[in-house]
């Protein structure tokens, strides 16, 4: 079964992982709370839950995948992803798009999509063969926003 968790910044600046709630009219606010619900483990063994109010624009969900050092994506990371055999690089943001996680990157001008844990097959002139990807996280679009250059 995949694994459900979400990430989201504090207002402190905290990154924090895990459950997300929203909450409409906090405490009589006209503003909602986001909160991600975190546990942790007591001195006594027990787990005791933590709830953090974050930033609603840097929630992102865990796409279920990781890059090739082992770190988790989330929705808004940048991801520079590689093929493999032709060693083209492209770099882009994290985001849902219809029906799965996807890097959006821009491509001769133009916004494209590239589906994460994707393979491609291809056919040229009588070969053909297996094209795969591989991802690394360079950070995320909210707190390394140079790293998208002019977009």
Not at 9 to 14: A, I, M, P, Y
Not at 88 to 109: A, D, L
Not at 127 to 136: C, D, I, K, N, P
Request: proline fraction near 2%.
């Amino acid at each position: 079964m995949r694994e459900i968790l979400f990430r989201g910044k504090t207002l402190t600046g905290k990154w924090v992982e895990g459950a997300y709630y929203k909450q409409e009219e906090f405490y009589g606010d006209k503003e909602d709370a986001h909160i991600i619900i975190t546990s942790k483990e007591t001195l006594d063994n027990d787990f005791a839950l933590e709830s953090h109010i974050v930033i609603p624009e840097t929630v992102g969900q865990f796409t279920g995948l990781t890059d090739k050092n082992g770190k988790r994506i989330f929705e808004g990371d940048v991801v520079k992803f590689t093929d493999s055999p032709f060693g083209f690089s492209y770099t882009g943001v994290v985001c849902f798009n219809e029906v799965s996680f996807c890097i959006k990157y821009e491509y001769w001008k133009k916004e494209e999509f590239h589906r994460i844990g994707q393979t491609d097959e291809w056919q040229n002139m009588g070969a053909s063969g297996t094209v795969t990807y591989e991802h690394e996280v360079l950070g995320n679009m909210h707190d390394n926003p140079e790293l998208l250059g002019d977009k």
